[in-house]
Every structure is written in structure tokens, then in C-alpha cells.
């Protein structure tokens, strides 16, 4: 079993560059803790995402690790010039040395794509025709397309990818059709639902995978949660309470100011809690609950978000500390789901 982190990059009571120093650190912790991949949301005019330009801050970040992975998860595809972003993935998994992760998506927040003059009916279909064409330009030499949107007529394609034939894909998993679509793409996944909701989506990708491509090794199914650790419940909870109300915040910001909410997150730290969206506490609580949601989901991949909210950095880098040292040896001992 391996751990990876999801970073929303969510906008903290300091100056932005300050924010960014900060984040750049803990990712260098993240990888000498031996975590697997670093994930990194995008989002747009709001503050749960202070990374619009997910490459600009990844790149950066290519130069103060050495090991774990790292990716956008996802690009939201429909804002892309094809033909920039073959190129920004190329350079991305070229100063990585070949540790680029490829998360893609449509975006969804619909209120992020209106900003762009773009409707949320019309981004699945873009999404698709970028991808395609991405996809496309990394594994040709020549990138020649015809289609609704966009057209390129034998553009040379003199950047590489690193990774051969192309980075990994990544995709975030909300259903079923989803499920289905990123096991015959051959796609590793991250869901956020809930441990009981994650078991028929990955039973899914499995049913799916097994009959597309029979016993060879499938990609990772991943689930992601808000994770504190301390060495009292009572100093666990202080920190995650009010962190979590204001990454909640930061969450909902766009979504208020139009008079809406996203139903699909917990609205404070209890429901959070009990929905299992947040593990918060001892080192052997966590642990404890972890593996009860490992076996519950079928998932074969644990994603962390350790870091949200106005959190500072010592106070997550003692959780960070507490989980390598006592939470996450054990985990990385567990085994896949026998359903794998």
C-alpha cells in the first residue's frame, strides 16, 4: 500500500510568497517521509487554490525533491492551448526526471469555467478533443488534428516526454461511467467519497479492467482524506476544528458568492468526522481508522491532506512527523484488497 498527498494549496493568513516557501518545504519533508506522489489541485479566482498555473509551482517543485512524484490533479483541460500543454508536460516530466504525474479533467466548479467565457455543458466535449489531442502529440512525432475545436496541421513535435509513451493519467473518480472509462484507458483514479460509496466504483474499475485487460497490473485506486495526527485527541482536534472551517471556507467562497453550495463536502469538522472525510487524532486512532477505510473501500492507494486551512507550518510538519514515524509504517504494510 502506498500514501500519496493532495494539496488544494488553499490561501493561508501570510504573504503569497511566504505560502508558497512554506509549501515547498513540507514537500521536501513529504518526500524524505517517503510518501509516493505529491497531487496538486488547480482551481481559479478563489482561495482554495492558489496554484492557477499548477505546472509553475510543480516545476519548482521538481528542483527540491528527489524521489516522490509529483502532478496536477487535476489540469483542468478545457483552459489548455493543446499544443502549450504537450509542451508544458514535456518539460514537466523532462526536469523531473520522468516523476511527472498526468492528472486531467474538465474542472468542477462550473462558476472557475464561466470566469473563462467557457459554459459547463460545453467542457466535456473540449476535455475529450484536448485530451485526445494531447495524448496525441506525446506519443507522435507529428501532431495532426482535425476537429470541432481545434485544428493543427503536421506540427513537429520536437519535445519528448521522459516517460515513455507518455507520463501516467490520473483522474478524479465521482462514478460509476467514470470508473468505467478510466479502467479501460488504463487511468489510476483518487475518489473523495465516502469508504461505503468508494467500494462500487472500484469494484467497478476492476470488473471493467479484468475484462479489457485480463491479469496484467492495473493502476492505483486511490481515496483521499483529511489526516491530523497528535499525540493527544484533545491537541489533534484544536488543530483540524478550526482548520477545517476555514478551508471549508475557502471551498465554498465561489460557490456562495453565487448563491449555491457543492454538495458532495462535509460542512464542519463533525460531519466531516463522522463521514470519515477527516481522520483526526492519535497516532493509533488514525492507523486504526485508515485501515478500517482501506478494507471498506477496496482502495489500493491512500491520499493524505495534511496541510489546509490556515494550519502553519510547524504545526503541520509535527503531524507530518507523527504520521511517518507512527502511522504510515504500518500502513504501507497492508496489502491491497484481496478483490485486486
Not at 464561466?114 to 466535449?125: N, R
Request: aromatic residues 10%.
Amino acid at each position: 500500500m502506498e500514501l500519496g498527498i493532495f494539496d488544494h494549496l488553499d490561501r493561508r493568513d501570510v504573504p503569497l510568497h511566504e505560502h508558497y516557501e512554506s509549501r515547498l518545504r513540507l514537500l521536501e519533508k513529504y518526500d524524505a517521509a517517503g510518501f509516493a506522489a505529491y497531487h496538486l489541485a488547480e482551481h481559479h479566482a478563489t482561495p482554495l487554490g492558489t496554484a492557477p498555473a499548477p505546472g509553475i509551482f510543480l516545476a519548482a517543485a521538481t528542483q527540491r525533491t528527489r524521489r516522490i512524484r509529483l502532478g496536477p490533479c487535476v489540469y483542468c483541460m478545457p483552459l489548455y492551448n493543446p499544443l502549450r500543454l504537450i509542451e508544458e508536460v514535456c518539460m514537466l516530466d523532462q526536469l523531473s526526471r520522468g516523476r511527472f504525474d498526468f492528472g486531467v479533467g474538465r474542472g468542477i466548479v462550473p462558476y472557475e469555467m464561466a470566469y473563462f467565457d467557457l459554459h459547463h455543458l460545453e467542457t466535456e466535449e473540449i476535455y475529450l478533443e484536448t485530451l485526445e489531442i494531447v495524448l496525441q502529440g506525446l506519443t507522435s512525432e507529428v501532431l495532426d488534428h482535425r476537429g470541432r475545436r481545434y485544428t493543427f496541421r503536421r506540427v513537429p513535435m520536437v519535445l519528448r516526454p521522459f516517460q515513455q509513451p507518455h507520463p501516467p493519467l490520473w483522474y478524479g473518480l465521482g462514478h460509476l461511467a467514470g470508473a468505467a472509462w478510466a479502467a479501460t484507458h488504463k487511468v489510476h483514479v483518487i475518489t473523495n467519497t465516502t469508504s461505503e460509496r468508494a467500494r462500487p466504483l472500484f469494484e467497478r474499475y476492476r470488473e471493467v479492467w479484468q475484462h479489457t485487460h485480463g491479469t496484467a497490473p492495473m493502476p492505483k485506486l486511490g481515496m483521499s482524506r483529511q489526516v491530523i495526527v497528535a499525540p493527544t485527541e484533545a491537541e489533534a482536534e484544536a488543530l483540524a476544528r478550526p482548520n477545517y472551517a476555514v478551508w471549508y471556507a475557502n471551498l465554498t467562497k465561489l460557490w456562495s458568492d453565487f448563491n449555491s453550495i457543492p454538495v458532495n463536502f462535509a460542512r464542519d469538522f463533525d460531519e466531516a468526522r463522522q463521514r470519515g472525510a477527516a481522520i483526526v487524532g492519535t497516532p493509533g486512532r488514525v492507523r486504526e481508522e485508515i485501515e478500517r477505510q482501506v478494507a471498506e473501500s477496496g482502495c489500493s492507494y491512500f491520499v493524505c491532506r495534511m496541510m489546509f486551512g490556515d494550519m502553519g507550518e510547524a504545526e503541520a510538519g509535527a503531524s507530518i512527523d507523527l504520521f511517518a514515524a507512527e502511522v504510515m509504517p504500518s500502513i504501507v504494510k497492508l496489502a491491497p484488497s484481496s478483490a485486486a
